[in-house]
């Protein structure tokens, strides 16, 4: 069904290094099965790995997760359906805290904003997508490129019986050395079926949170419907009774969200220098307000719970990728690098000429970018508006803009494969918090006016006169968005109907629609269009003196990566690869986060208490592989990747084998739960079948 | 009085550069009269220094002030002041929201915990202090140098007629090219005269802070009592009524606070990627938990409103340095010069002997300070407990450690030069909020947990199984140190007093004072002795290869700035450098904090609007200079510093005279404020005589 490819644009940046042991989030039409033969005795081959492609799928908001069952069952992990189990509570009924189990399959209850898409296809469109480029530069190249994906894009879902049920996506490779097209089913109804406490799915909370010896089930299991029915997914893993053993190979199939290993110098230098340190700014401060607003309340502490997680998960997570970048001699070693891959090009009059440029062209737009990234993340990208209700207002806003104009010159967001994605949260049920909104906006409205200044014009047209706070509660307290029906019935009346409204939100949305606009296309033609054009030409060069043979920048694809169950050495100690279920009931001190729920406290007689809970793999994964399986040489789900350790964090840049380390949940840890903790014997049972 | 010195071991930097025009924070025995004169036609005598250095005062806290009447007036910020303003306030009696005016002297309130400087005597004592460490590495380098400094002082003040009421600090100039002894008057009798409203003194709030044109009335007035009456100083300036005029020859008289300008390219690269995001990302945070807190009521905003100035003040400031450090050219040409620096040196044989090896070993003890830093800042420098209560019972427990041992062995901050403002905190009447504390307290335990990680014995020792707002809460809830008479008794009591409390508060900082002496013992042996000794001997090699004639970093020791009265270019649009008392009506909006007080509106239509209220100039300041008089020729007060603008953040690293600009009060809005918004005339006529 899917065809393998010719290779023909693969070289690591490192110039001529090849990826090192265990190294590599490979893509699986280019896994490197003779090398894992060489290195473990075992090769995958097209049929293992056609396995693991249909098995795996994607949370479309952000995360992995895998068939686990014939009934459609998919294994993720908890904090991957975090906010649907939130959404999905109320405050007299509190899943996140108390947990979750449908008895029957009655009982599962849809997710109002998960997405999931299941990989069936892929095909290169490389020379599709040169063709329509040839020749161009900037915004013309820019535009040529983009319109070129949609076209694509159109024309696959089109050629599908059901093309509602599909997802096509032209994926960018190797920063555009190659570019594919990939074909998903794509499922929106999407049911909870089980979790865990967040008590015992997130122990340890943020002090453990990238750390280990780690005690967490962070797990959940969802099912995915089709026409009121399960799903029957056309392949599924099984969970695997017996597990690993220190030393056992172990292979990880998720979507790693991105990586930047292949980046030049400039482009690191500006994401060490302004983008991670704005990014971390905003995040400590905004972790530091939801923190103390947690203090008003049991349910202000409820509904924000989530949102403080992804702030402080994030945080964490830049602040290990800020310290990578700010620690010797790794940017030495990038800078070195650069060089000696200039100095090769310089060798060849024909690639100087064709990309001698690239590195200058990239930095000077970068240094175009220091100059409008205030005004483009605050006013564009939503920096300055952080609030679901103003969200619900642009998209509205947008969208009845963007839908009557042609799907191939539309904002990417708005494209026709994607819209089902866009609906989808513009008419969920997910409940909004008016006291939160208030602070979320407030705060955001403060940094509009600090980053920009108080005598900037588009501050003046957002605030007038008034203070962030009164804004944002005048706004909050006047928009009527929070009702489904009235956001159905703007989507479906288009620009006339968005036109006419007099709500406060979707007036803010059409005040400043203009001027966000234009530092869009601002960004786009000057940044944007120079950055993607010019890696382009150096991913080509590369190619042609590296030669072909490893694996891109992660782009939240399909990614198989390789590796083995193994502890490593934290200042001359060795840290062994598994922590067990009796380690949690030693670690638990009564007293968040370290507070295990009652469930556990109860069943802790019952349990095989060496039963390994969390153990490491030397998999090289990131962000975006949360919920991928662990699969083991028969395919069968050995484990659950949930986090890596804290020096998995620098992998952003690069991958260090003596002390990169994947995390996850044992398979035995959750059967064990299943059946002796939570009385769900029957979901163990269709679990490992 | 005040000799003048032989200059040795003077150099700039930046190698072979003098300073250029405006730059420099210079010593007032050391001042560049023939470069001014060259420039602006006149040259200031010793006479006029003289006047100028017995004029200006330190508040020990950390601001500048002057003297401005015969009977011990000092005028200096609101936000210097804001502190005891606040202090002085109660939930019922907000001065810092309505503003203080003391209608007669017996009105005047003693601010708990103000202690005013001002400066008499400067001798060099470089030789005795070489003397000492001569020939001595490491270790015994530091306790020897920090030996000698403590008998110095001890000496200074034991042959002064009343010891009590002197202040003898050896200062380190140069980063060790020279040391000199400081001798101050100190007072501690410090009284509030006037102060005007918060919303006035602070116009425009953080949005404004740092940028120009500025409408702030950020005065206040203060009088030094001695045996309970005014003072009447040997010294004191006039305020103008005439004022300043475009282009007008400015000195700036004050205490700037420390500037990194003569660092090597090591330290400012810790700066860079350690020291300086470490800083910002706690504060950031603290800066969201603050603001929320707030939220809580009013009582809350009241009585942490000079907290939050203080995180949002340095936060700004810090995150300029960090964007200059950030920013192409400056390390580069910091390296370039560096890189010359060193290749001078290997040219003598004997320089490179002596010092060529000092960068290389400033690089490695900083290394080592990556290492440490975390135990070390939150452990031993408090970071970790962020309370006052806390902080009077660390005092308490070092204190009664250290004062019985000889004043040459103690840590710097009990040496008998010392101890006076050790007990002014001590025993100060100003409130302690409980609520507040339990909030910073628990922060800043959290942060400690997040530093050293769940797992390290020290956080075990000081969490035990407990999370940090229960701790916080108990430790908080059950201390009485609140009480000033237990405080009192405490410190008479001495060993066996805090040995035999219970005090959980005092407990605390007893158990933990063993790891926290070890942690800086470390710091102190194996960073700060290889730092100072290394800048040491580069000092004196960089006074060999260059000359002498430039200024030191600014170490919080009087100095003196010239300049002039002028705009500058933004973004190719001059900002002109006056704003005036309409300026402010134009600007406010009504809402916080753009919000005039009453007493403005109300006095309106009777002021000369066309006043200048704030005025930028060429004076090369910093964090520090707050409170400096700006004096004209005839050493009259023409303004007063308050700020810089954003572009002088970095002059933490050097000077650029395009936009590097000091911002001040103008005198004439000082004295049109007092007599006709605030009915103060008296104090109008008192300070123009």
């Known amino acids: 069904m899917r065809r393998l490819l010719v290779l023909t644009l693969l070289a690591s940046f490192a110039a001529g290094s090849a990826a090192s ?56 992990n908890h904090h991957c359906a975090h906010a649907c189990i939130e ?12 947990g979750f189990l449908a008895k029957t399959r009655a009982d599962e209850v849809r997710c109002p904003e998960i997405e999931i898409n299941d990989l069936t296809d892929i095909s290169d469109v490389t020379a599709e997508v040169q063709k329509a480029t040839a020749g161009l530069e900037g915004k013309a190249y820019n535009d040529a490129r983009k319109a070129v994906s949609a076209r694509i894009e159109k024309a696959c879902a089109d050629a599908d019986a059901n093309p509602d049920r599909v997802r096509c996506d032209v994926v960018t490779l190797f920063h555009g050395g190659r570019y594919d097209l990939y074909k998903y089913r794509r499922y929106q109804d999407v049911r909870l079926v089980f979790a865990p406490e967040l008590g015992e799915a997130f122990f340890g909370g943020d002090p453990d949170n990238f750390n280990f010896p780690r ?20 392949d599924h893993f099984r969970l695997s009774r017996k597990g690993t053993q220190d030393g056992d190979l172990t292979f990880v199939s998720g979507h790693p969200g991105g990586t930047d290993r292949q980046l030049s110098l400039a482009e690191l230098l500006y994401l060490r220098d302004v983008a991670q340190p704005d990014r971390l700014l905003q995040l400590a401060e905004l972790r ?9 309340g049991a349910e202000e502490k409820r509904h924000s719970t989530d949102l403080l997680f992804a702030i402080e998960n994030s945080f964490k997570a830049i602040k290990g990728r800020e310290l990578a970048l700010a620690t010797p001699p790794l940017m030495d070693d990038k800078a070195a690098a650069e060089a000696d891959f200039k100095s090769r090009i310089a ?8 990309a001698g440029g690239a590195f200058d062209a990239i930095r000077k737009a970068l240094d175009r970018q220091r100059e409008i990234r205030l005004p483009y993340s605050f006013e564009e990208q939503g920096r300055g508006f952080q609030s679901n209700l103003f969200s619900l207002a642009r998209s509205l806003v947008r969208a009845a803009a963007e839908r009557p104009k042609p799907n191939d010159t539309r904002f990417p967001e708005f494209r026709d494969s994607v819209l089902p994605q866009v609906t989808q949260r513009l008419f969920s049920s997910a409940p909004i918090f008016p006291e939160l909104e208030v602070e979320t906006l407030t705060f955001s409205l403060t940094k509009l006016r600090e980053a920009l200044g108080a005598d900037d014009p588009f501050v003046h047209q957002v605030l007038g006169k008034k203070s962030p706070r009164e804004l944002a509660k005048e706004l909050v307290g006047g928009t009527k968005l929070a009702d489904v029906a009235l956001r159905k019935e703007l989507w479906e009346g288009g620009t006339a109907a968005v036109e006419a409204s007099q709500d406060p939100m979707v007036l803010l949305a059409r005040r400043i629609d203009g001027d966000s606009r234009k530092i869009r296309k601002t960004y786009e033609d000057e940044v944007e269009a120079v950055v993607k054009k010019n890696e382009e030409l150096l991913a080509h060069v590369r190619a042609q003196l590296d030669g072909t043979g490893t694996y891109p920048d992660a782009t ?15 200042n001359g100690k060795w840290v062994p690869p598994y922590a067990t279920l009796g380690g949690a009931f030693d670690r638990a001190t009564g007293e968040p986060p370290f507070d295990l729920p009652a469930t556990w406290l109860a069943a802790q007689s019952k349990l095989k208490l060496d039963t390994p809970l969390d153990f490491v793999t030397t998999n090289d994964i990131i962000g ?25 964090l620098g992998g952003d840049f690069g991958y260090d084998i003596s002390t990169n380390r994947a995390v996850a949940v044992d398979s035995r840890a959750i059967l064990e739960a299943l059946g002796r903790i939570y009385g769900a014997e029957f979901l163990a049972k269709e679990l490992s079948q």
């Open 21 to 76: 042991a265990d190294e590599g989030m490979w893509l699986l039409n280019q896994f490197p099965s003779d090398a894992v033969k060489k290195a473990y005795g075992f090769a995958p081959d097209q049929q293992w790995l056609h396995h693991a492609q249909l098995g795996s799928v994607r949370l479309a908001g952000g995360c992995s997760g895998s068939f686990v069952s014939k009934d459609g069952l998919v294994l993720t």
């Open 87 to 98: 959404q999905l509570s109320t405050p007299t009924d509190d899943r996140v805290k108390a």
């Open 215 to 234: 005690f967490d089930l962070d797990m959940s299991l969802l099912r995915v419907y089709q026409d009121g029915k399960p799903l029957h997914p056309s």
């Open 288 to 296: 530091g307000l939801i923190t103390e607003y947690q203090q008003r």
């Open 347 to 354: 060798k060849d009059p024909k690639l100087q000429a064709k």
């Open 556 to 570: 939240f694809t399909l990614r198989l990566s390789y590796g083995q169950v193994k502890g490593w050495s934290e």
């Open 624 to 648: 975006g592989n949360s919920g991928s399986p662990v699969l083991d040489r028969k395919a069968e789900v050995v484990g659950l990747i949930f986090d890596g350790n804290i020096h998995s």
